[in-house]
DNA sequence: CTAGGGTTAG
């Protein structure tokens, strides 16, 4: 290959020339002049040199020189290699420019070799101008074999079904036989159920042609099976099929993987691996799909060990599910590490990598991670964006929130249902159930999960009437519910203390999880149903987890029942000692019925376990600022003005009837307010006299400052909503959402 | 000269 050998000396020479300046010369970075002033190399043909030049700089993706280069070329009458045109066509498609693809189809000359003209018409089906493809093609003298495949191949690509069925019927009569190639592209539109009945003739039609025995040919008929939906036909073609590679593999796995069989898929993956087939990026891109599925560390390791061995790691194919399976696995430092790994990671690594951080609660790295994205002016896509809603969710706030929803509309990424959903949920935790409601009602379909995002809204602003209703327009409208959808009307009634249409619901439910059955723990304790609580747990067909236990100490710590709490806590330290909430829990249930010594047990053995209580703090964004309080707070700079405001609404922590525990008393004592009263006292302060106050705090709100809450409501005519740990209170006129069950 | 399979989510 005279070409290649010149190109090789070329770069020897320069790196040896400049070694000192071009100390890290490689292949791409030639410079452009090389080429052109080396006279003295042996060439044989006129004009080698200059189409070096022409491939090279075409090879480094400069479009633009290599055009200028050619008109060079042509005003000096310097012949151009077909071979110099195919590889500048081949770099339009690549680039997808369909701008220089033309000019240079323009500048071919008058008559082109055959082969030409077909790179040409790829060029042009690359570049997604069909129009200028068919025109092309109408146009062609003479079209070949080829010709037929690279057209029906585009329309077929474009699900352009009509058009690619009839240029084969075209081809037929202008006496071309279709090879296994036509049928290939054919069988590829054919990707839906409804395309089933044509599939299957086209499959006939393959089978009289002759081409049985054609891999890539079977691999097809295979992935049409799939496509509409008929994996068992696809799995008793597979099993005939004399010869498997790994395209009828891959093909095969897709299709478990879409009926969520994915221990089948990883079945063929094995299979695959003991039949030593040589595995590429794609096959690992589906492995790594099911083990994800499955949450199968073992099994992705061991996949990604076999990458690491192929050095397939670096490829996006391979990199971002890795990065996805290694986040499902919820170790975020792995799937940052396959990350990196990757060369060119896309928007699809990036967003899987901002999901990673948003599910394992770094929500700062998330949301810096995706600002500087931005900023950058990376491409941005709607995964993205409903992590960034899932960080404002979980930060409630607002501001952030409903700016990022305004940039999604911008950018025309917001209109889908998984966003939608997760800006319903955005909106409700943000505390504006108002928003929330207008993001579902805006929604032309609303699908499984953007209902269940809003009966589970309704449920956590204690409006569990409304729940109920949208529960049943939910059934009537036909959509599927899942476990979520459960979930989220049982705390509904849980939070309103709806047992026995709890009761119904859960018992019309074919195959309950420990979810489920947690929140019909929940829905009986907070009910004062201990009894039946525990005796649910005592009796349910699945293991109690920390979940079931805590739920039931709660309702035991509400209503005192210190013997089922006693038991409860027992449980709940068996499963997870370190769990704080069970000792705080345990110790204020022993302390309010005077066993002093008994709770200074509980703390004896929180401090030898080094368990700590997660303090209290509560917070108000005001003007897209966040303050934030403790209890007894006296760093705010209004802090003065907050404890006056405190004093001039005249509910002062001694009225109230406190919890009696120890806490509650060296609170009294100490004279501290509770950070939800400080950060309701300055939202008071702080914002116009009409404007409902939002209130968030990390763990429950007491009932002294509940009633604060309903008293402040009443006498300034504000409306006040408090998010607590467990769900949204909104006072208004004296009164409670929650109707003082919670 | 012409073709086939894949990854992100509430």
Not at 306 to 323: A, C, D, H, N, R
Not at 408 to 419: D, E, N, Q, T, W
Not at 654 to 660: L, N
Request: proline share 2%.
């Amino acid at each position: 290959m005279p070409t290649l050998h010149l190109l090789n000396s070329t770069f020897s020479q320069a790196s040896m020339l400049h070694a000192d300046k071009f100390q890290h010369a490689n292949f791409t970075k030639i410079p452009s002049w090389v080429s052109l002033k080396s006279n003295n190399f042996s060439i044989t043909h006129r004009g080698e040199l200059e189409n070096v030049h022409l491939v090279s700089l075409s090879k480094q993706d400069k479009l633009k020189e290599a055009h200028d280069y050619l008109l060079h070329m042509h005003r000096f009458n310097i012949p151009v290699a077909p071979q110099s045109y195919k590889l500048l066509l081949e770099t339009c498609s690549k680039l997808k420019s369909l701008k220089f693809g033309k000019l240079i189809h323009r500048g071919l000359t008058e008559n082109p070799p055959d082969f030409l003209v077909n790179c040409v018409l790829e060029m042009y089906c690359a570049c997604g101008s069909l129009s200028d493809a068919r025109k092309l093609f109408d146009e062609m003298p003479k079209r070949s074999m080829g010709s037929w495949v690279i057209i029906i191949s585009a329309y077929a690509g474009e699900g352009l079904l009509e058009d690619a069925l009839e240029s084969y019927l075209r081809m037929q009569e202008s006496n071309f036989k279709p090879n296994p190639y036509i049928y290939i592209c054919l069988l590829k539109s054919f990707s839906e159920s409804s395309y089933l009945e044509i599939g299957k003739q086209m499959h006939c039609r393959v089978i009289k042609a002759g081409f049985t025995n054609n891999v890539a040919m079977n691999a097809a008929v295979c992935n049409m099976y799939v496509k509409c939906g008929h994996l068992d036909c696809a799995e008793r073609f597979f099993s005939l099929m004399q010869e498997k590679n790994v395209v009828s593999y891959t093909t095969m796995m897709v299709g478990c993987a879409q009926a969520k069989r994915h221990d089948d898929a990883l079945r063929y993956f094995k299979r695959m691996v003991e039949e030593d087939v040589d595995l590429d990026e794609f096959a690992f891109s589906i492995t790594l799909k099911a083990c994800a599925a499955l949450v199968d560390r073992k099994m992705g390791e061991q996949a990604h060990a076999l990458i690491f061995k192929l050095g397939l790691q670096s490829e996006v194919s391979v990199g971002t599910p890795l990065v996805d399976f290694y986040v499902k696995c919820e170790d975020v430092e792995s799937a940052v590490g396959a990350f990196e790994e990757i060369d060119e990671p896309n928007d699809v690594s990036w967003s899987a990598i901002l999901c990673g951080y948003s599910q394992i609660g770094d929500f700062e790295k998330c949301i810096n991670v995706f600002k500087s994205l931005r900023s950058e002016g990376g491409v941005l896509n709607r995964f993205m964006y409903t992590s960034v809603f899932q960080v404002c969710s979980a930060f409630a706030d607002l501001s952030m929130g409903s700016q990022a929803h305004g940039d999604a509309i911008k950018r025309g990424l917001v209109s889908y249902l998984y966003g939608e959903s997760a800006m319903i949920t955005m909106y409700a935790k943000c505390g504006r159930l108002d928003y929330a409601y207008r993001a579902f009602e805006s929604m032309d379909a609303p699908d499984t999960v953007a209902w269940t995002a809003m009966i589970a809204a309704c449920a956590h602003h204690g409006k569990a009437s409304e729940a109920i209703t949208l529960f049943r327009e939910m059934q009537a409208s036909g959509v599927r519910m899942n476990g979520v959808t459960f979930v989220a009307i049982l705390t509904a009634c849980s939070h309103a203390g709806l047992v026995e249409e709890a009761e119904q619901f859960f018992r019309s439910m074919s195959s309950p999880t420990i979810d489920h059955y947690n929140c019909m723990v929940d829905v009986y304790s907070r009910a004062g149903l201990l009894k039946e609580a525990f005796d649910l747990i005592k009796g349910m067909p699945l293991e109690a987890d920390a979940m079931s236990w805590k739920t039931l100490l709660g309702g035991c710590r509400i209503h005192q029942n210190l013997e089922i709490g006693k038991a409860a806590a027992d449980e709940l330290l068996g499963v997870d000692p370190r769990d704080a909430a069970a000792y705080v829990l345990l110790f204020n249930m022993q302390a309010s019925s005077g066993r002093w010594e008994e709770a200074a047990g509980v703390r004896r053995v929180m401090a030898e376990r080094s368990v700590r209580k997660e303090s209290g703090c509560s917070w108000i964004s005001v003007a897209g600022e966040v303050h934030r309080f403790v209890v007894g707070d006296g760093h705010h700079a209004r802090a003065e003005e907050v404890y006056a405001k405190l004093e001039e609404v005249g509910f002062r922590e001694e009225e109230e009837e406190e919890e009696e525990d120890e806490v509650g008393r060296e609170r009294k004592r100490q004279q501290l307010v509770h950070s939800e009263r400080l950060a309701i006292a300055y939202g008071l302060i702080a914002t116009p006299p009409a404007s409902p106050i939002v209130v968030f705090k990390n763990l429950r709100a007491c009932r002294g400052c509940h009633d604060f809450g309903k008293h402040v409501s009443l006498l300034t005519g504000r409306s006040i909503v408090v998010r607590d740990s467990n769900r949204f209170h909104h006072f208004t006129n004296g009164q409670c959402s929650c109707g003082d069950y919670w």
